[in-house]
């Protein structure tokens, strides 16, 4: 049982050590007057302008994909390099 335990806690740890590409996405199709959204984020310290998005295909859908670690974050969508309340 103690093997085990030591397995699983060296699984956890090696998890929480690893990046995961996170995908984020927002909808603005019910948005206008903006050139660029931004996911902004306790991952990048709230930067307005660190992580801009992209919509390569047109459809008003941005996309950004980031390498996280396990963990949790907060995080929330701005445009024009503004970070909104």
Known sequence: MIRSKLILLALMA???SLAF????????NNV???NTPEVNGS???WCGNCTA?????GDQVWT???PLNA???EYKFS??????P
Do not use: E, K
Not at 21 to 28: A, E, G, K, L, Y
Not at 79 to 84: A, F, K, T
């Open 14 to 16: 090696s998890l929480n």
């Open 21 to 28: 590409n996170v995908t984020f996405r927002v909808d603005m």
């Open 32 to 34: 206008s007057g903006f």
């Open 43 to 45: 991952f990048n310290n």
């Open 53 to 57: 998005m992209a919509d390569p295909d």
């Open 64 to 66: 950004a994909t980031i």
């Open 71 to 73: 963990g949790y974050y």
């Open 79 to 84: 445009y024009d390099n503004c970070v909104r």
